[in-house]
């Protein structure tokens, strides 16, 4: 983790502008998690999830700039972000033949707002943390997941 974080600063500093490092991170992080969405083909997926997580950092990056160059509340912007999101998250989550699906990709999109927002904010620590977090639990706890879901399924098929 701290080869990437060094990583990070080298092309905040060296190759890009920091407003460019931040997108950028917050692209390549959202990417990171959609490919985990995509490989298990859910509805949330590559695509969606980047253009989330870019997406989240911009309004917060404009919501800075905005409120320098303008004056007012740069936190009125992020409320909104979530709210939105919310919105995402709600449009993913189908009733379906007495089964709700959708609850974890609705909460991929939120968290995955959230580390837009932390790259956006320029607090690339806490986005990539987050990342590997969100990873851990998508890839790992639905390994676990699958893994009890086995253990109750009977032997054999009734008769």
């Known amino acids: 983790m701290q080869a990437l974080e060094h990583s990070v600063e080298f092309i905040r500093t060296q190759v890009l502008g920091p407003i460019s490092a931040r997108l950028l991170l917050a692209a390549i992080l959202g990417g990171m998690i959609g490919l985990e969405r995509e490989f298990h083909h859910k509805a ?12 989240s950092a911009m309004f917060t990056v404009l919501s800075a700039q905005m409120a320098e160059k303008f004056g007012g509340d740069h936190t009125r912007i992020a409320a909104q972000i979530i709210a939105g999101i919310g919105f ?13 699906v959708g609850l974890t990709s609705a909460a991929t999109i939120f968290v995955t707002a959230s580390v ?11 986005a990539i943390f987050a990342t590997v977090v969100i990873l851990l639990a998508l890839i790992g706890l639905g390994m676990l997941e699958g ?3 086995r253990k109750r399924l ?3 098929p009734p008769a």
């Open 44 to 55: 949330s997926g590559l695509r969606t999830n980047m253009l989330i997580c870019f997406g």
């Open 116 to 126: 837009g927002m932390a790259a956006g904010a320029g607090m690339y620590s806490t």
């Open 154 to 156: 009977p032997k054999y």
């Open 88 to 100: 995402l998250g709600a449009g993913t989550i189908i009733h379906s033949q007495g089964s709700v």
């Open 147 to 149: 893994y009890f879901e």
